[in-house]
């Protein structure tokens, strides 16, 4: 994004720069709590670079401000459904590979993302599963193991959900026994109705301040992204994680360049600094995701490397995908207007 450095600094809180002459500064829009302490810092000891660090709530809420301003940002971290939508509408453009060297440190099971085989556009940057979040004070284990405890009314007014039509439809549709990428009207209208019907014990829909929310106690279980709740599991170690019996979802996040950025080269060597080993690792363990970069995991060590084991056994069989459902992403929105508006 062509702005000037001052300007930056007037425009948003979390700038980092020193005012001079007009110059290119790099745009990055991310999900909040999805960045290392240092990751930004420790870009500027080597790259004399300005940066406007913004935050997102929701894949659909960055998407929407793509599409009325498509040169605001120059590096966006899509979830896998939304990188390929984008992609498929154009939204990005193709990245200088050659500005990106660390790519040999990802591991091989993240190299060919579905969408995007050859990672032209985008590169993983994270994974994640949801589960259930819960203060082990109130819920047992046994409770948390299904996630018929966020629609059961057992916690009135103590449960939040994640304020996310694919998330938390998806989360209904898996206990319901069905696929989290249905795209049969039926079933999503029956994943409303069960979110609608479970309205009496909701807290609060958000997607934001997610670990404090957990920490605080402000709510005793909820439905969350695993790194979200492991962050307020390590500010409070009542709060835990589970996965439901029923299953889940799982999650791989992206960096990807909008089409309309006019500083792509600036953004790649970002990239490249994110798939640094060190930079990746700091990271992981700030944000408790876990990592698709080999050399970060191999440098892991204690909690780190057994809350990533952890991850990854579950992925095996409970865990589905989230992915772009064709040209039904209306049947989503629709049904989680109907969650929103529903009820009380
Ligand atoms: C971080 C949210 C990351 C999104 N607060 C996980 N897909």
């Known amino acids: 994004m062509r702005i000037t450095k001052c300007m930056a600094l007037v425009a948003v809180s979390i700038a980092i720069s020193s005012c001079g002459p007009q110059d290119s500064t790099l745009s990055i829009y991310n999900w909040s709590d999805y960045i290392g302490d240092t990751t930004i810092e420790s ?18 809420e960055m998407m929407a401000k793509l599409s009325f301003e498509p ?8 979830s896998g459904y939304a990188a390929a939508e984008m992609k498929r509408s154009g939204m990005l453009q193709k990245l200088d590979k050659a500005l990106i060297p660390n790519l040999v440190n990802l591991m091989e099971a ?58 938390t439809l998806g989360i209904a549709l898996k206990y319901l026994g069905y696929s989290a990428n249905s795209s049969q009207s039926d079933e999503l209208n029956e994943a409303a109705e069960l979110l609608v019907s479970a309205k009496p014990s909701l807290r609060m829909f958000t997607n934001d301040n997610i670990p404090s929310v957990y920490a605080s106690e402000e709510v005793v279980v909820g439905y969350g992204w695993s790194g979200d709740i492991m962050q307020a599991a390590e500010i409070n170690p009542r709060i835990k994680f589970s996965i439901p019996e029923e299953g889940s979802l799982v999650y791989v996040d992206y960096m990807c360049i909008p089409s309309g950025s006019d500083n792509a080269d600036e953004a790649a ?61 209306s049947l989503y929105d629709d049904a989680w207007r109907a969650v929103k508006d529903g009820g009380n």
């Open 43 to 60: 870009y500027q000891q080597y790259e004399n670079t300005s940066i406007l660090y913004s935050n997102y709530s929701s894949n659909e």
């Open 71 to 78: 040169d605001a940002f120059d590096l966006v971290f899509p």
């Open 110 to 167: 993240f190299r060919s993302p579905y969408f995007d085989t050859e990672m032209e556009y985008c590169v993983p940057y994270t994974w994640s599963p949801t589960g259930i979040g819960y203060n082990s004070d109130v819920v047992s284990a046994e409770e948390a193991a299904s996630a018929g405890i966020l629609f059961n009314g057992n916690y009135p007014n103590m449960v939040t959900m994640l304020d996310d039509s694919r998330a």
């Open 269 to 329: 060597k970002f990239i490249n600094h994110i798939l640094d080993p060190n930079v990746s690792l700091e990271i992981a363990t700030t944000t408790k995701y876990a990592t698709t970069n080999m050399a970060a995991f191999q440098l892991a060590t204690g909690d780190t490397i057994e809350l990533w084991s952890a991850l990854q056994q579950a992925e095996s069989g409970l865990l589905e995908n989230v992915i772009v459902v064709d040209s039904n992403i």
